[in-house]
């Protein structure tokens, strides 16, 4: 089982994203999810097509392409994807993107990113004192290089990945990849 569309059996599910019902007969997207109440297996978190297009963009698309059936008003929804590309985050680091808030600090120099700069999102360990998580770091572009000298990280591998999975406009990623 995987993430799938299909219409509403009945009209008694609620769409996880904007919790309002769905129709009966409407299309919608199930979502799928490890369950700890169903032995082990997976089930479904149900969205309305175009909520899941905001939301889950990276989830619906493939989703989409594979679906046979007749999708009504499937260019609206196609561009909501590409519209909630652009704003979802990316899942996989490292990244760039604009700082949307003026709150983030960055790992080496320890300055404030200021709001709507451009900035490199790594994968770090945070030590909660329970327990050891990951979570995202951020960088100045500037830093990224001496952080990742500092690390020793392979500087080509971190440049592929930061192309792969940043959402910038391109003039934004070369500027960033000037600046590393």
């Known amino acids: 089982m995987a993430h799938l569309i299909e219409e509403a059996k009945s009209g008694r599910a609620s769409c996880r994203t ?12 199930g979502e ?13 978190r149900w969205h309305h097509l175009a ?26 929804i196609d561009q909501l994807i590409s519209a909630g590309k652009k704003a979802t985050k990316p899942g996989a680091f490292p990244y760039a993107d604009r ?8 790992m080496f120099c320890e300055a404030a990113i200021e709001k709507g700069t451009l900035r490199i999102a790594v994968e ?11 979570g995202a770091g951020y960088l100045h572009p500037a830093c990224a290089s001496e952080q990742l000298e500092r690390d020793q990280v ?17 003039a934004e990623l070369d500027q960033v990849l000037a600046e590393l």
């Open 18 to 29: 904007c919790r309002k019902p769905i129709a009966k007969g409407e299309l919608r997207f």
């Open 154 to 170: 392979e500087a080509e591998g971190f440049i592929l990945g930061l192309k792969a999975n940043s959402r910038l406009e391109s």
């Open 51 to 76: 909520c899941a297009a905001s939301a889950l963009p990276d989830a619906l698309k493939p989703t989409l392409d594979e679906y046979g059936g007749e999708v009504a008003e499937r260019a609206t």
């Open 124 to 134: 770090r360990q945070v030590d909660t004192g329970a327990f050891v998580t990951k």
């Open 32 to 44: 799928e999810f490890d369950s700890q109440f169903n032995d082990g297996g997976s089930s479904h």
């Open 99 to 106: 700082a949307p808030t003026g709150r983030a600090r960055c």
